[in-house]
Nanobody, 111 residues
Framework: QVQLVESGGGLVQPGGSLRISCAAS????????MRWYRQAPGKERELVAS???????NYADSVKGRFTISRDNAKKMVYLQMNSLKAEDTAVYYC?????WGQGTQVTVSS
């Protein structure tokens, strides 16, 4: 069964860092555009970062310079390194590939 599973979320103080991960199974991972989305309470889901099969990346303006998306095709993993976190980064973060979605991982930035 094809699936995406996120991990690594948690509580972090403003200014802190966190890395979240997404494990993919049973599809040709290396061929896929991978994306991270997030959804804060009461807000629409928004695209945070994307990475193509050649590791070319794009970021939302709100996270540019603070977040880094990366992938390891051999391990079928995609990562989101988040630095200089702000309260407004608090959200459930979702991994996406085509029509596939993970279950999400909660990231809370609070003192």
């Amino acid at each position: 069964q094809v699936q995406l599973v996120e991990s690594g979320g948690g509580l972090v103080q403003p200014g802190g860092s966190l890395r979240i991960s997404c494990a993919a199974s049973e599809f040709t991972f290396s061929s896929y555009y991978m994306r991270w989305y997030r959804q804060a309470p009461g807000k629409e889901r928004e695209l945070v970062a994307s990475i193509n099969r050649f590791s070319g990346t794009n970021y939302a303006d709100s996270v540019k310079g603070r977040f880094t998306i990366s992938r390891d095709n051999a391990k079928k993993m995609v990562y989101l390194q988040m630095n200089s976190l702000k309260a407004e980064d608090t959200a459930v973060y979702y991994c996406n590939a085509m029509a596939l979605w993970g279950q999400g991982t909660q990231v809370t930035v609070s003192s």
